[in-house]
Each structure stands twice: as structure tokens, then as C-alpha cells.
């Protein structure tokens, strides 16, 4: 039986966290960060991935690394155990999106958003797993998306790899759960982010859109997606498995 607040409690884990360096990431680092959880960011962006790091202080460290290149994914992960320690948990956050009709998304498009948000989580899932497997023990979360859920026009390609990436949990979780592995997702709904506000200066009415179709009617914060995460890394949901969890305002469940 585990007491609270330690069950939620990340003290003496390391937290590798794709494009932790902005957005949704770096809040994800922050709340395990605040959890007591080491946290390895790894981007290609040195100055992004430098700053977060600056501003968590003590037990906070940046790689830079492009997790598009599949067959170094297997290093990456032996540097970080090597520097760091065992990983015991991954979070697949990185993402790029494409905004355009889906009758003018090129292949070459459309494989470029799959291979940063499905083949590169795959490939480092597949880099990290077995030194879970050997422990016994371990959590993997992907960011997935409100796209994951439902139709949003323009963005085909990333609909596509986001659903991809509720395929990859539940399998994950099939494959992975009974050796000690939890695999889920957070479904973010619509936040307050850098890249979200210059979405919506350019576009007011798609704001009104989401607000008016989020039961709570209004953007959520980074750290409501940093908090879940910690849940779901935490022995609070030791039995939690194959989930994709919407922390969305209701915009999933919403009319």
C-alpha cells in the first residue's frame, strides 16, 4: 500500500521526454521535474533544450539529438543510460504538424509528418524497452492529440499519424503490460501555447470554434498536460495500461 503524496511522487526516476525544450513538452518536464523526477530532454534545438534546462536547474539535462534518424535511436538511449542512469520512463512528445487540404498534401508531406510522430517513437520505444523488460518495470506515454479522436479539416497527414500513434499504445500495452510496462497516451485538448496563440491570432474564428465547442469553454494550461503525465508515470496508476486519457475541457465529449 503505497501513502499519499509519495504515490504520486517521481523521486529517483529519469524521465527521458522528446521535444521537451517548448510547449507541452517543457511543461511535461516541469511538473516531473517538481514530481522529483530527473529529466533528459532531447531535441535538435540547443538553444530551446539549453534554456528549459536553465530555468528547471539541478537534475535536469539537455541531448540534442534528431530522433528522425532511426538507426542512431539505439545509441541515443546507451549515451543517456551511460550519463544518466536506467530510463524508466519515455515520453513520445515530439511533433511536427502541416496545416493544408488533404488534396494538396504531397507523400513526400505526408512522410515526414509520420516519420517524426510514428516511425521516431517507434524506433526509440523499440531502443528503451528492453532495459525495461530486464527491470521489469517501466512507463511509456505518447502525446497523442484531439485529432486522434475525431475529424479536423487540414491536417490529414497529422490525423493520420496521431491515430497511428492510439494503434501503437493499445498494441504496445498488449505486447509490453504483462512484463511490467505501462504504455498510454494523453490526449491534449486545445492549450495555451506559443504555438497555439500564433494559430489563433491568424485565425479568430477557429478560437471561437474550439471554445464553443469545449464544454469548460476555454484553452487549457500546459501544466494540466505536465500533471497527467506525472499521474500516469506514478505508481498511482500502477494498474493503468493502454489508455488514451483526453484532458481536454470536455472538447472530446462536447457539442
Not at 505536465?226 to 493502454?242: K, Q, R
Request: proline content about 4%; some cysteine; overall charge positive.
Amino acid at each position: 500500500m503505497h501513502n499519499f503524496p509519495e504515490v504520486f511522487s517521481l523521486k529517483g526516476r529519469t524521465v527521458l521526454i522528446t521535444g521537451g525544450g517548448t510547449g507541452i513538452g517543457a511543461a511535461i518536464a516541469k511538473s516531473m521535474h517538481a514530481a522529483g523526477a530527473t529529466v533528459i530532454l532531447v531535441g535538435r534545438r540547443q538553444a530551446e533544450l539549453s534554456a528549459a534546462v536553465n530555468e528547471l536547474g539541478s537534475r535536469a539535462y539537455a541531448v540534442s539529438h534528431d530522433i528522425t534518424q532511426f538507426d542512431k535511436s539505439d545509441s541515443l538511449i546507451e549515451l543517456i543510460t551511460k550519463e544518466y542512469g536506467p530510463i524508466h520512463c519515455l515520453v513520445n512528445n515530439a511533433g511536427i504538424n502541416l496545416k493544408k487540404p488533404a488534396i494538396n498534401t504531397s507523400v513526400e508531406e505526408f512522410q515526414t509528418i509520420l516519420s517524426t510522430n510514428v516511425l521516431a517513437a517507434h524506433a526509440l520505444t523499440k531502443a528503451v524497452a528492453p532495459q525495461m523488460i530486464e527491470r521489469k518495470s517501466g512507463s511509456i506515454l505518447f502525446i497523442a492529440s484531439m485529432a486522434s479522436l475525431f475529424g479536423i479539416p487540414q491536417v490529414v497527414a497529422y490525423s493520420a499519424a496521431k491515430s497511428a500513434q492510439v494503434g501503437m499504445v493499445r498494441t504496445l500495452s498488449a505486447e509490453l503490460s504483462s512484463q511490467g510496462i505501462r504504455v498510454n497516451a494523453i490526449a491534449p485538448g486545445w492549450i495555451e501555447t506559443a504555438m497555439s496563440a500564433k494559430a489563433f491570432a491568424g485565425d479568430p474564428a477557429r478560437l471561437q470554434k474550439v471554445l464553443g465547442r469545449t464544454p469548460m469553454a476555454k484553452l487549457g494550461k500546459p501544466e494540466d498536460i505536465g500533471w497527467a503525465a506525472v499521474y500516469l508515470a506514478s505508481e498511482a496508476a500502477s494498474f493503468v495500461t493502454g489508455v488514451v486519457f483526453p484532458v481536454d475541457g470536455g472538447a472530446s465529449i462536447g457539442f
